[in-house]
């Protein structure tokens, strides 16, 4: 996996003060995307040692609420079985962390991928500038949800974290 930057002390991209890793590589290309320097998959630079370490020395401090996976997307198909792996890793250090990850994959279909029961919020679906909503609560056009993933997956219907 690659990736183009963390941020620590995050309060735009989640609930409450976060680290966020901005990875590499993304199919959906959607029209004035606010990221598009992070669609090459092959772009940024390698998620390494050094920089998991530096992640997770954020996860340690105690103001921080959580991590947010942005990107790109974080569930680009190259992406997933590392995301899966930080996923577990830190739920298992950080068990009172929240996980967000956004993507412009629909819910219905990632929802049955074996670690998303992990994450506790999800803003699914791709930018689409003809449905742009500055007033909406943590993303950026109507069409996406935030999900509250563990109420979603345990009524087997998607259950909105915030309007």
């Known amino acids: 996996m690659r990736y183009h930057n963390i941020t620590t002390d995050d309060m735009l991209n989640g609930d409450g003060l976060r680290v966020v890793?901005?990875?590499?590589?993304?199919?959906?290309?959607?029209?004035?995307?606010?990221?598009?320097?992070?669609?090459?998959?092959?772009g940024g630079?390698?998620?390494?040692?050094?920089?998991?370490?530096?992640?997770?020395?954020?996860?340690?401090?105690?103001?921080?609420?959580?991590?947010?996976?942005?990107?790109?997307?974080?569930?680009?198909?190259r992406n997933r079985a590392e995301i899966a792996n930080?996923?577990?890793?830190?739920?298992?250090?950080?068990?009172?962390?929240?996980?967000?990850?956004?993507?412009?994959?629909?819910w219905e279909d990632i929802c049955n991928l074996f670690y998303?029961?992990?994450v506790d919020v999800i803003v699914d679906g791709e930018y689409k500038e003809?449905?742009?909503?500055?007033?909406?609560?943590w993303r950026g056009s109507s069409n996406q949800d935030v999900i509250d993933v563990k109420q979603s997956l345990e009524k087997d219907t998607k259950i909105l974290w915030c309007k």
């Not at 990875?23 to 090459?40: F, I, L, M, Q, S």
């Not at 930080?86 to 629909?106: A, H, Q, R, S, V």
């Open 116 to 118: 998303i029961g992990k």
């Open 21 to 42: 890793l901005w990875v590499a590589g993304c199919e959906h290309h959607c029209k004035n995307c606010h990221n598009p320097y992070t669609w090459d998959i092959n």
């Open 130 to 137: 003809t449905m742009r909503d500055t007033n909406l609560c």
């Open 86 to 106: 930080l996923i577990y890793e830190i739920k298992k250090d950080f068990p009172d962390k929240t996980i967000w990850l956004y993507t412009g994959y629909e």
């Open 45 to 77: 630079i390698p998620f390494d040692s050094a920089a998991k370490e530096e992640l997770f020395n954020e996860l340690k401090k105690p103001y921080i609420s959580g991590i947010t996976f942005s990107g790109g997307d974080p569930l680009h198909i």
